[in-house]
């Protein structure tokens, strides 16, 4: 967990210190750690929640990246929790299977920080850097086709409603069809190649995010599936969290955070009867909210840390009734544009 995590790369660029930890003190206090309790933290990252929820109490914490880098760079912290932290390497979608392979059925929270970290951004080899060059690659596993690859297939239509969608890019078609053109003369491989092709069609006032930051989080967001593995983390943190267990999220975009908002929102309203209608049987809450509305950083902490201006902190409690039926995420996700290399033109 990264003070960049999910932040603009303009904050990266000029920003502070790499390794502030955002919301730290709203995170603990929504998380709440108790002594004995076991607790989730998905998003690893160079450790700022772990360490903070094992300084909270006297706590066992299980961490979860799928960055084999951050897994390496952790182990120093494992070696000195004296067997309090498990460090796996996995997707945290699949947060429910890591928590029962380490023997537990329950834990008592659950903890993400969604997007890229400034660890990933800072190096300009993993390719996620418009102010970098490196290999258009953006992988956070190293697994999987790259942006590269999906900037070489896509067709324009595919590629505009893929910038449209998960970048919120107003200018999506027209950067669209200058990647189609460019490509056209020679391969896209390179990230300063790739952004030098979208500040020719977007013009930027000096105060304003760079030309590249949608385009490049657009295909961050398609390349990690990042909105797919946030919604099935947060049904896997319903059927791992004990009663009374907190999920507390931070999200720093509007895609995350209008998932997070619509999940809880499902889970913490009963479903029951149209007086219309039939009666049906009510689905009874399995969240209740601890947060009403979204809990931003405070003017010290922006003052201190300005990639913390667009984070936004979501927590709920786990009642004692079952998970909901799972499996259709559709309410949850945009629409994803299709990625079948055929329809490249």
Do not use: C
């Amino acid at each position: 967990m990264m003070a960049g995590r999910g932040g603009s790369e303009t904050d990266v660029a000029g920003g502070p210190a790499r390794h502030l930890p955002v919301l730290i003190d709203e995170v603990i206090a929504h998380l709440a750690p108790r002594d004995g309790g076991v607790y989730v933290d998905g998003t690893f990252g160079a450790g700022g929640y772990t360490r903070a929820i094992l300084a909270a109490a006297d706590t066992r914490v299980i961490a979860i990246d799928r960055d084999p880098n951050a897994i390496a760079d952790g182990q120093a912290l494992v070696a000195e929790s004296a067997g309090r932290l498990s460090l796996v390497h996995e997707r945290f979608s699949a947060l429910d299977a890591v928590v029962a392979g380490q023997g537990l059925e329950r834990v008592d929270g659950v903890v993400l920080d969604i997007g890229v970290s400034s660890m990933q951004i800072d190096e300009g080899e993993r390719g996620f850097s418009f102010r970098r060059d490196g290999p258009l690659d953006m992988r956070m596993s190293s697994e999987g086709p790259s942006a590269a690859d999906l900037v070489a297939k896509l067709s324009e239509t595919d590629l505009a409603n893929l910038l449209y969608r998960f970048g919120e890019e107003r200018r999506s078609r027209a950067v669209a069809r200058a990647i189609v053109e460019a490509r056209a003369s020679a391969p896209i491989e390179r990230t300063l190649q790739l952004a030098d092709i979208v500040a020719k069609v977007i013009w930027a006032k000096p105060h304003e995010p760079h030309p590249s930051t949608r385009t490049f989080q657009a295909l961050r967001i398609a390349v990690n599936d990042e909105l797919g593995e946030l919604a099935r983390a947060l049904e896997a943190s319903e059927r791992v969290l004990k009663p009374g267990g907190r999920l507390v999220v931070v999200t720093f975009h509007s895609l995350e955070d209008r998932i997070v908002k619509n999940f809880i929102a499902n889970r913490a309203k009963a479903a029951g009867g149209s007086r219309h209608l039939p009666s049906v049987d009510a689905v009874p809450t399995s969240f209740r909210l601890v947060a009403r509305g979204a809990v931003e950083a405070g003017a010290a902490e922006l003052a201190s840390n300005p990639r913390a201006r667009s984070a936004k902190l979501r927590a709920a409690e786990r009642t004692e009734a079952p998970a909901h039926a799972g499996g259709d995420l559709s309410s949850f996700l945009p629409p994803l544009p299709s990625l079948d290399a055929s329809r490249r033109r």
